[in-house]
C-alpha cells in the first residue's frame, strides 16, 4: 500500500484531526470495513475516493460517530468519536440530502445555525456560497436534486467546524458551481477546517491535497495526487486508479 | 386540521344524538360519547402524529444528522413533546369550549378538570407514539401501531364494557392500561362536583405512564446505528 502522504511533510508534532487505528466494522452480517488505520493531518482537504460500495460512507459515519463500530478506535480532534464535545466541532453532510421537506430553505439552514449557535447572518451567508440565493424562501420539496444536495452542504457549512465530513457534495452539480464550491473548500483549509470530501469522480482528486483510496472496505492508497500519478505512472487520477487496484488485487509476485 | 377535526366530530355525534329519547334519570348518551371523546381523541391524534413524524425524521435521515449536532437527545425528545403538546392543549381547549358552550355538554365537575384529563392524555399519546416510532421501519408500519397500541386499550378501559363486569383476566389486564385510568379520572369528573382522590390518583399515574413511556422513547433513542 503506498503511503506517502503530506503528513511526512508537515510538521511534526501537530495532532492529526482524524487518527484511525484498526477500525472494523460489519454491516448486515458482512464486514464494511478490515481492519483500517489512517491519520489525516489538520488543515488539509483530503478526498476519500473509490467505487460505491467501498466504505467510503461508512467511514465517514464512524468519523461523526453515527456508526455501530466492531473493533478499533477512532479519534478525532484529540477527543474519541461520537462524544459530546466533538459536536459543536464537527460538521457533517450525510450522502443523501437529509432536511425538512416542510420547511423552507432558510427555515432549515438557520434550524442547523440555531443548532450549533451560529449567527443568523451565518444562514445567509451559507446559502449565498452555495448559490441558492434566489431560492431562499422555496419550499425544499420543490427543489431539484442538485438544489437540494445544495441545502445540504448550505446546512453543514452554516456551523463553521473544525473538521467538515462531507458526503459527496458535488453530485448533480453543474461544473460552475463546483469550481465554485472547491475554491471555498480552499479557502476554508486556509483557515484551518481539515476537509474530508468523499467522491466517486475521480476528477475532483485533483483539487485534494492527500487522497485517500478505498476498495471494498479496504484503503489501497494514502498519498497526494502528484505521488499518485508519479507511483502509477499514469496522467490521468482514474487510470491512476485503475492500476493500484490491479497492483493490490493482482497475486503478490516478488 | 388538528383542531377542527375533533371539533367537527364532536358536532357531528351531538347531531346524530340529537333525536335519540332520553330516559329519565340517565344521561343523555350525548353527554357519554362526548365525555370519551373529549378525553380520549387526544390520545388517539397525538399518538398518530408522533409516532409518523418521529419516523419521518427517520426515514429521511434526519434524526441521524440531527444525533451528530450538540442537540442531546432529552432536548431532542423534550422539544417534541412540549410542541405537541401544546399542540394538543389549543385542540383540546377548542374541542372543551365549543362542547360545554355551545352543545351543552355538562359534567357535575368543573370544566378545567375535562381539559387537564384531555392535556395529560395527549402527553401520553405523545409518549406512546414516540416510543412505538422506536419499533417501525416505516410510516406504514407506524400507522399499523394504533390497533397495537390503541385499540386493546379502547376495548378494555371500559368504554363497551364496565371493568367491573369484565372476566377477571381481562380486568387484570386493562387494570395494566393507561387508557382504563384516563377514562375513570374522567367519569370521576363527570360524577362529582368536588375532585376526588380516584381522580387524582388516576391522572397522576396516567402522567406516570406517560413519563415511563417517554424515558422509554429517549433508551431508544440510540446515536449509533448499524
Redesign the interface.
Known amino acids: 500500500m503506498m503511503t506517502s502522504s503530506i503528513d511526512e511533510f508537515s510538521e511534526n508534532g501537530a495532532e492529526p484531526a482524524v487518527d484511525i487505528e484498526h477500525l472494523r466494522v460489519i454491516?448486515?452480517k458482512r464486514p464494511a470495513l478490515h481492519d483500517l488505520s489512517v491519520r489525516i493531518s489538520r488543515g488539509t482537504i483530503t478526498g476519500l475516493l473509490g467505487p460505491s460500495g467501498c466504505g467510503k460512507t461508512t467511514l465517514m459515519r464512524c468519523i461523526?460517530?453515527?456508526?455501530?463500530?466492531a473493533g478499533g478506535s477512532v479519534t478525532v480532534l484529540g477527543e474519541p468519536a461520537?462524544s459530546?464535545a466533538l459536536?459543536?466541532r464537527?460538521g457533517?453532510m450525510?450522502q443523501?440530502p437529509?432536511?425538512?421537506?416542510d420547511l423552507r430553505v432558510i427555515d432549515n439552514v438557520r434550524y442547523?445555525a440555531a443548532?450549533?449557535?451560529a449567527e443568523e447572518a451565518a444562514a445567509e451567508e451559507a446559502i449565498d456560497a452555495v448559490g441558492l440565493g434566489d431560492h431562499r424562501s422555496a419550499y425544499c420539496a420543490n427543489l431539484s436534486g442538485g438544489q437540494r444536495t445544495r441545502v445540504s452542504l448550505a446546512?453543514a457549512l452554516v456551523?463553521n467546524p473544525d473538521l467538515l465530513v462531507l458526503d459527496e457534495p458535488t453530485v448533480g452539480l453543474d461544473p460552475v458551481l463546483r469550481v465554485d464550491l472547491w475554491e471555498r473548500f480552499r479557502h476554508l483549509a486556509r483557515r484551518g477546517t481539515t476537509l474530508l470530501v468523499s467522491s466517486h469522480v475521480m476528477d475532483e482528486a485533483e483539487n485534494c491535497e492527500d487522497l485517500l483510496l478505498m476498495r471494498d472496505g479496504h484503503l489501497l492508497s494514502h498519498c497526494t495526487p502528484t505521488k499518485l500519478r508519479e507511483e502509477t505512472g499514469c496522467t490521468s487520477l482514474e487510470d491512476a486508479f485503475l492500476s493500484v487496484i490491479r497492483h493490490t488485487t493482482a497475486p503478490a509476485a516478488g | 386540521m388538528i383542531l377542527l377535526v375533533p371539533v367537527l366530530v364532536i358536532s357531528l355525534m351531538y347531531f346524530m344524538f340529537s333525536d335519540v329519547p332520553v330516559r329519565p334519570g340517565h344521561p343523555s348518551p350525548f353527554n357519554t360519547a362526548c365525555l370519551i371523546l373529549l378525553g380520549l381523541f387526544p390520545l388517539f391524534v397525538m399518538f398518530l402524529i408522533t409516532s409518523i413524524t418521529m419516523q419521518r425524521e427517520r426515514a429521511s435521515g434526519t434524526l441521524e444528522r440531527i444525533l451528530t449536532t450538540p442537540l442531546r437527545r432529552l432536548d431532542l425528545l423534550v422539544a417534541y413533546g412540549s410542541a405537541f403538546s401544546l399542540a394538543a392543549a389549543l385542540q383540546a381547549s377548542l374541542a372543551c369550549l365549543v362542547s360545554f358552550w355551545l352543545l351543552g355538554f355538562q359534567t357535575a365537575g368543573s370544566p378545567v378538570w375535562v381539559f387537564v384529563i384531555a392535556v395529560i392524555n395527549a402527553v401520553l399519546g405523545v409518549g406512546l407514539g414516540l416510543l412505538a416510532s422506536a419499533f417501525a421501519r416505516t410510516e406504514f408500519q407506524a400507522v399499523q401501531f394504533m390497533p397495537v397500541f390503541i385499540v386493546p386499550q379502547l376495548l378494555l378501559c371500559g368504554i363497551i364494557v364496565p371493568r367491573a363486569q369484565m372476566p377477571g383476566w381481562l380486568e387484570w389486564i386493562s387494570n395494566a392500561m393507561p387508557a382504563s385510568y384516563a377514562l375513570e379520572a374522567l367519569q370521576q369528573v363527570d360524577a362529582h362536583a368536588e375532585l376526588t382522590d380516584i381522580a387524582v390518583r388516576d391522572m397522576v399515574v396516567v402522567l406516570a405512564f406517560a413519563l415511563a413511556a417517554l424515558a422509554l422513547a429517549a433508551a431508544t433513542l440510540r446515536r449509533r446505528t448499524p
Open positions: 454491516r448486515g461523526v460517530g453515527t456508526q455501530i463500530v461520537g459530546a459536536r459543536r464537527l457533517y450525510p443523501f437529509a432536511m425538512y421537506d442547523f443548532l450549533y449557535g446546512c456551523t
